[in-house]
C-alpha cells in the first residue's frame, strides 16, 4: 500500500508538486434543480494540505462527493492523474460526523476498511495498532464508541480513514461540532500526522482559522451558484504549531482570509435575488 | 472510562433527598405490584367466603393452587404442548420474517410489490382465516403452527425492514467508498444496524406468537385432538371444573410473562455493549 509513494514530493510548497487530480469545467446541479456547483477549475497537488473554505451551501461536501467518486459531475471532468488510479480505492473520508459503527469496538472500527478488502482481524492489526498509537488512542483499542468523548470519535474516525494508507484524505468539516480545545489539539495532530505520511488533504470548512492554520492553499468558494471564488496561498512554513498560532504573520493570514471570504459571502447573496 | 460510580462524598441535603427518593423508587418498583397482587388475591380469597360463591364458579386461590398441584401431570404435559407451538411457531417468524425483510431490502419494488400482502396477512383477524386452514392443512401441529406463524411474523417483519432501512447515509457512502459487496453492506451494516428494531419487533412477537397458539387451539379445539392448554381450559369449561380451568389461565398468562422477560433479556445482552436502550444508569 506504501509502495508508490513519490518521496520527492515538496510537501506544502505547490509549485513543484506534480498534480494528483485536476478538476476541469466540473458543475453539478441536483433534479430539485439547485446548481450546486458551477464551472469549478482546481488543481489538487501531491502533498497539498488544501482547504474548501466558504459559506454553508456553496457546495464544499458536494464538490467532495464528486471528488469521492459518491456522485457524478454533470458536466466536465475530474482527471486523476495519480498513476491511472481511479477514484475510491486510495481515498479516505471523514465526515464531520465521526460515524462509527456503534456495535464494534474502537479497534474494530478501524478495522472496517480493511475488512471489507478482506484483509483478516490478524493480518491488519500491526496496521491498526500502528493507526491507533498515531491518533493517540493506545489503551482505548477494546472501548465503544459510546463510551468515547467527541474528540476521540473524531481520532478513530481519522484513523479509520488513513488506515488503509490512501493518497487522498476528504475531510469535510470534521471537527465543526468540537469544543475549541479539542480542535486544537486535533489540528495540531493532523498536521503531525500529514507530514509524517505525506498524504494529500482536501478539507472542507467553514472557520477561517482554522483554514489558515492547516493549510498551504485555500480555495474560498461562492454560493449560488457554487463556485471558486478565489484562492489564497498560505506561505507559512511548516511544521506549524502554538507559536505560529499566536504570531502577527498568522492573525494577517487570517484577517486577509477574512476579507476574501467576506467578499465572497456578499457577492453570493447579491446573486440571490435571481434564485 | 466514562462510566463512574458515584463516590462517597458528603452530600448536600438536596442531593441526599435525591438519592433518598431514586433508592425509595428502585425497591417501590417491585414491593408496590406485589403488594396490590397479594391483596387482590386475598380479597379474591374473602369474595369467597363472604357470598359463599360455589367453587364451580369462582373456586378460592387456595383451591387453584390444590389444583395446578394435582392436576399438574395433566397441566404441564399441556403446557408442553403449546410452549412447543409458541416457539417453533416463533422460530419460523423470525426466520420468515428476517428472511422476508432481507429480501426487501434488496430493492425498493420488491418492498412495494410484496409488502401490502403481509399487511393484508396481518389486519385479517386470524380467528376469521382459521376455518380455511383447517379446509387446507390436515396435520395438527401444522395448522396451529401456521396460526402462531401468521400472528407473529409481521412485527418482526416490519421492524427489520425498519431497522434495515434506517442506516447512517454516510456510513453506507463511507461502505460505498471502501468496495463493499452488497452481502458485505448487509452483513457488516444493514443487520447490526437493523438489530435493535429486529429485538423491539422479536419482543411483541414472543407474546403473539403464544396468542396465536393459543387462539389457534381454541378454534380448532372443537374439531378434537388437541392437547394443549386451550383445550384444557375448553374442556374445564364444558366439566364446570372452574380450578382447573383457573389454574390453566394461571400457567398461560405466567407462560407469557417468562416469554416477555426472556425476549427482553435477550434483547439487553445483545445491545448492553452499544445501544442508548440498553444504557440505564450513565447520563
Ligand atoms: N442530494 C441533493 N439534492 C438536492 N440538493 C442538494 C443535494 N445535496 C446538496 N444540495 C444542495 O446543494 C447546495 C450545496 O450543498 P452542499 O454541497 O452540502 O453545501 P456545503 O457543504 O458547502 O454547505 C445546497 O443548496 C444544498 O441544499
Ligand atoms: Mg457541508
Known amino acids: ?275 | 472510562m466514562a462510566i463512574t460510580e458515584p463516590k462517597a462524598v458528603p452530600l448536600d441535603p438536596e442531593e441526599a433527598r435525591r438519592l433518598r427518593a431514586i433508592r425509595a423508587e428502585r425497591v417501590g418498583r417491585w414491593i408496590l405490584p406485589v403488594a396490590i397482587m397479594l391483596l387482590a388475591v386475598w380479597f379474591w380469597d374473602r369474595i369467597c367466603v363472604w357470598n359463599e360463591i360455589p367453587r364451580y364458579i369462582l373456586p378460592r386461590p387456595g383451591e387453584v393452587l390444590e389444583t395446578l398441584y394435582t392436576d399438574a401431570g395433566l397441566l404441564f404435559g399441556s403446557l408442553l404442548t403449546t410452549l412447543r407451538i409458541t416457539f417453533l411457531g416463533l422460530l419460523l417468524a423470525v426466520l420468515g420474517g428476517v428472511g422476508l425483510a432481507v429480501l426487501f431490502a434488496q430493492s425498493k419494488w420488491v418492498e412495494m410489490s410484496f409488502f401490502p400482502f403481509a399487511v393484508i396477512l396481518q389486519v385479517t383477524p386470524i380467528v376469521a382465516v382459521f376455518p380455511l386452514i383447517n379446509i387446507y392443512v390436515d396435520n395438527q401441529t401444522a395448522k396451529l403452527l401456521l396460526c402462531a406463524w401468521i400472528v407473529a411474523f409481521f412485527p418482526i417483519l416490519s421492524n427489520t425492514t425498519l431497522g434495515l432501512n434506517s442506516v447512517d447515509r454516510n456510513l453506507v457512502d463511507l461502505f460505498r467508498l471502501n468496495g463493499a459487496t452488497r452481502w458485505q453492506e448487509l452483513w457488516h451494516l444493514r443487520l447490526p444496524a437493523a438489530m435493535p428494531y429486529f429485538l423491539g419487533g422479536l419482543k411483541i412477537a414472543g407474546g403473539l406468537s403464544l396468542i396465536g397458539a393459543v387462539v389457534a387451539e381454541f378454534v380448532a379445539g372443537s374439531s378434537g385432538q388437541s392437547s394443549g392448554l386451550a383445550s384444557r381450559i375448553i374442556e374445564a369449561g364444558y366439566r364446570l371444573n372452574a380450578p382447573r380451568l383457573f389454574a390453566a389461565l394461571i400457567l398461560i398468562s405466567f407462560t407469557g410473562i417468562v416469554i416477555f422477560l426472556m425476549m427482553t433479556l435477550i434483547s439487553h445482552l445483545v445491545l448492553r455493549r452499544w445501544h442508548e436502550s440498553a444504557l440505564k444508569q450513565d447520563r
Open chain 1, 1 to 275: 500500500m506504501l509502495q508508490d509513494k513519490p518521496a520527492e514530493t515538496a510537501q506544502g510548497q505547490g509549485e513543484g508538486a506534480s498534480p494528483l487530480l485536476v478538476l476541469r469545467d466540473v458543475g453539478k446541479s441536483f433534479s430539485n434543480g439547485v446548481a450546486a456547483l458551477r464551472a469549478v477549475n482546481l488543481t489538487i497537488r501531491e502533498g497539498d494540505f488544501l482547504s474548501l473554505l466558504g459559506p454553508s451551501g456553496c457546495g464544499k461536501s458536494t464538490a467532495l462527493r464528486l471528488i469521492a467518486g459518491l456522485s457524478t459531475p454533470t458536466t466536465g471532468v475530474i482527471d486523476w492523474r495519480g498513476t491511472g488510479l481511479k477514484g475510491s480505492a486510495d481515498i479516505g473520508f471523514v465526515f464531520q460526523e465521526p460515524t462509527l459503527l456503534p456495535w464494534a469496538s474502537v479497534f474494530d472500527n478501524i478495522w472496517l476498511p480493511l475488512r471489507l478488502r478482506g484483509v483478516s482481524r490478524a493480518k491488519a492489526s500491526p496496521v491498526i495498532r500502528e493507526m491507533i498509537e498515531r491518533v493517540r488512542l493506545t489503551g482505548f483499542e477494546e472501548a465503544m464508541p459510546r463510551e468515547l468523548s467527541g474528540g476521540m470519535k473524531m481520532r478513530v474516525s481519522i484513523a479509520r480513514g488513513l488506515v488503509t494508507k490512501p493518497r487522498l484524505l476528504l475531510m469535510d468539516e470534521p471537527f465543526a461540532a468540537l469544543d475549541e480545545i479539542t480542535r486544537f489539539r486535533l489540528n495540531n495532530d493532523l498536521l503531525e500526522l500529514w507530514q509524517d505520511e505525506r498524504f494529500t488533504v482536501v478539507f472542507v470548512t467553514h472557520s477561517v482559522f482554522e483554514s489558515v492554520f492547516l493549510s498551504n492553499r485555500i480555495v474560498v468558494m461562492a454560493a449560488r451558484p457554487g463556485r471558486v471564488f478565489r484562492e489564497i496561498a498560505v506561505d507559512a512554513p511548516y511544521p506549524r504549531d502554538e507559536v505560529f498560532r499566536t504570531s502577527s504573520a498568522y492573525a494577517a493570514l487570517c484577517r486577509e482570509a477574512s476579507g476574501v471570504l467576506g467578499e465572497a459571502i456578499t457577492l453570493g447573496g447579491s446573486v440571490h435575488g435571481d434564485h
